[in-house]
């Protein structure tokens, strides 16, 4: 079974609209840690964003927020104000567990196409 | 100043030679990885490394093999290229612990083709 699903490949958004980018993960674990991961065309890949399991608020970076609901197992990233420069990849990433062997497994990605 | 480096960043070479590819980092983090990304874009974990002991080890061709000579680099030596081998190869450090520590952070990548 997939951990973290992403279900849109690819999304076109106008410049200026805020656009949510779903996420879906699965664990049994109490303890786990979210991440969004942004990926433009020069191939890098740009940390935005984490979530803890244990969180009580909602994380936000900026124009980056994350939109968690525990018991939907859903972590959606939410980001305000688009910009031509958002044009990218967006990975969503689970940790499970908090020991050194514990490893982030990625969903396939979403492609953001932002529209001038 | 750069957080993770690899080198090279392109790498092209023929089926059968054997290539390494070299990571630093100066973060001063305790952890390093090595992710492999194919051409669909799918992220895997190939090999982690905390305090230059290898703790992750997935199901990987024993022709890959990580070496670590300290808690700031991890190389990544492949023998006996193949096809299948071409992708972008990323590096990534954390600095261990709970929370937002566990934040990995990326290299620019190596990409790999084998001819």
């Known amino acids: 079974a997939q951990k973290i699903t992403q279900t849109q490949p690819g999304m076109f958004v106008q410049e200026k609209e805020a656009v949510t980018l779903d996420c879906t993960y699965d664990t049994s674990d109490p303890s786990y840690g979210l991440f969004w991961y942004k990926q433009p065309s020069s191939g890098e890949m740009i940390f935005l964003i984490y979530?803890?399991?244990?969180?009580?608020q909602n994380a936000t970076e900026g124009r980056y927020s994350l939109n968690f609901q525990k018991a939907r197992k859903s972590a959606n990233l939410v980001i305000s104000a688009s910009q031509l420069g958002d044009s990218a990849m967006y990975f969503c990433?689970?940790?499970?567990?908090?020991?050194?062997?514990?490893?982030?497994?990625f969903g396939s990605g979403t492609r953001l196409s932002i529209r001038p | 100043d750069t957080a993770v480096s690899q080198t090279p960043k392109y790498l092209v070479t023929q089926m059968g030679n054997d290539k390494s590819i070299k990571c630093e980092q100066n973060l001063g983090h305790d952890t390093m990885y090595w992710y492999k990304q194919d051409s669909k874009k799918f992220l895997k974990i190939m090999f982690s490394?905390?305090?230059?002991?290898?703790?992750i080890n997935e199901t990987v061709p024993n022709r890959f093999s990580p070496k670590s000579p300290d808690k700031a680099h991890l190389n990544l030596h492949i023998n006996s290229l193949e096809l299948g081998d071409s992708a972008v190869y990323f590096c990534a450090s954390s600095q261990g612990g709970t929370g937002v520590r566990e934040t990995q952070y990326f290299g620019p990548g190596t990409r790999l083709l084998v001819l």
């Open positions: 490394y905390n305090n230059k002991e290898l703790i």
């Open positions: 979530q803890g399991s244990y969180d009580q």
């Open positions: 990433a689970m940790r499970e567990g908090y020991s050194s062997a514990s490893k982030i497994i």
